[in-house]
């Protein structure tokens, strides 16, 4: 399991220069106020997502899932982390990236490969949550054929959580039916799943002190 090292944040809503503030919670830890590394904690997140990795405090590793995460909308930086720890018992539900692999045959016939989610809905027990959901497009031999939740093979202990499994997640389609498609309402992937059902934070941070 990767792993991440954060420091106790010993003035509520400042950190160190380099630093990210960030806070853990969950089953059977206290609201605890930290302090990440910027660059290991955004390749961490770069690989994993929101899988469960180790994080170490002072000494103690926690099972923790990265919950959320706070940008400025200006920049884009990071400026403050979620840690929860669910229950590792029990289920918790999240986005997981879609990453497609292989060569679709149509792509040859003129077509362009159209990618209706970026990122689906799935649950698991947090020990069995992918990092992502790997596609792969290789069975796209004409403009008729697609990719949809159910043809999905997921790991074992894995579900996706989608109300229509013929719901097409990618196809080769052809050249003249290229606006029609892009046209088309894109699925949410911005909404809030059910994720680890996490109790809000005691911690609460004016957002300037973020």
């Known amino acids: 399991m990767t792993s991440l090292t954060a420091k106790l944040r010993k003035e509520k809503g400042v950190s160190e220069a380099g630093m990210i503030p960030a806070v853990l919670y969950g089953s059977g830890v206290e609201n605890t106020p930290l ?16 899988t469960l990795i180790d994080l170490e405090v002072e000494g103690k590793k926690y099972s923790v899932l990265i919950h959320d995460t706070q940008a400025n909308p200006l920049t ?8 929860y720890q669910p229950n590792l018992k029990e289920e918790v539900e999240t986005e997981v990236p879609i990453e497609l692999i292989g060569e ?3 792509l040859k016939l003129g077509g ?4 209706n989610m970026k990122e689906i809905s799935v649950k698991a027990l947090p020990k069995d949550l992918p990092s992502k959901i790997i596609i792969d497009v290789s069975s796209l031999n004409t403009f ?4 949809t939740a159910k043809d999905i093979k997921l790991p ?3 579900t996706i959580e989608i ?3 013929e719901e097409v997640i990618v196809q080769v389609v ?7 498609e892009l046209a088309k309402p894109i699925e949410d992937v911005n909404k809030e799943p059910e994720k680890a059902a996490a109790p809000k934070k005691e911690e609460a941070e004016p957002e300037e002190n973020k």
């Open 35 to 50: 302090e990440i590394d910027k660059k290991s904690f955004s390749k961490v997140f770069r690989d994993v997502g929101e």
């Open 76 to 83: 884009s930086e990071l400026i403050h982390v979620d840690f």
């Open 104 to 106: 679709a045959p149509a």
């Open 112 to 115: 362009t490969l159209i990618m």
């Open 144 to 147: 008729e054929d697609a990719i």
């Open 156 to 158: 074992t202990g894995v």
């Open 163 to 165: 109300e229509n499994p």
């Open 174 to 180: 052809e050249p003249e039916d290229i606006e029609e």
